[in-house]
Structure formats: structure tokens, C-alpha cells
């Protein structure tokens, strides 16, 4: 068996050190730029989910990611918009075609003239 010299020890402590410091430093960045990816992909769920319900429409999508990212608690923040009703949408129409504005008999109603 080989024997080590205290230099030599001590040098190879001093390494190992050196190496311990560096790749726990490098494992702190890599958790911080997870977290923060995390975070910005659940934002983007959240406004998702209020594109859906029709929440805030006078926010484009980026401007919604924008504002949800300053949110202290994207837990409440994301049970408020499962709680929130449905805005601005429109569940039928009477027209003869489907989105093609009013029929012939709202027409008349509305106006008194036959649209024949």
C-alpha cells in the first residue's frame, strides 16, 4: 500500500474542496433557473385558462403574462380564475345560419320590412 504525504493530502483536500464549493454553486443557478422556469410556464397556464373564460379581454396574451409574472400568490391567483365565470361569450344563435347575423324574421320584427 501506498502511503500519501501530508503535502500531497492537503493539496488533494484543497482540491476536493474547491470542486464540493463549485458544483454546489452551480447546482444552486440550476435550481434558481428551474424555479423560474416553473413559474413562467404555470403564468402562461393561468393565462391560458383566462383567454378561455374571456378574463381581462382588453389583455392581449402577453400583456395577461406579463401581469400574472408580478402575482406574490399564484395560488390564489390561479383558484380566482377557476372560480370566475365564463365573460362575454355569446351561447347561441337565432339566425337561419349560424353566425351570419339575424334571420329574416328577427329582420322583420326588428324593422317592420319584409327582407324578401
Known amino acids: 500500500m501506498n502511503k500519501i504525504s501530508s503535502q500531497d493530502a492537503k493539496a488533494l483536500l484543497k482540491t476536493a474542496g474547491a470542486a464540493i464549493l463549485e458544483v454546489t454553486q452551480e447546482n444552486a443557478e440550476l435550481r434558481e433557473k ?16 383566462m383567454e378561455e373564460k374571456g378574463l381581462n379581454p382588453d389583455l392581449d396574451f402577453g400583456q395577461k403574462v406579463a ?31 349560424p353566425g351570419q347575423g339575424p334571420s329574416s324574421f328577427e329582420t322583420y320584427i326588428m324593422t317592420g320590412e319584409d327582407p324578401a
Do not use: C, F
Open 34 to 49: 428551474v424555479a423560474a422556469y416553473e413559474r413562467h410556464t404555470r403564468v402562461e397556464k393561468i393565462a391560458r385558462d
Open 67 to 97: 401581469a400574472l409574472s408580478y402575482a406574490q400568490n399564484l395560488d390564489v391567483t390561479e383558484e380566482a380564475i377557476k372560480m370566475a365565470a365564463p365573460q362575454g361569450r355569446v351561447l347561441g344563435d337565432v339566425g337561419d345560419v
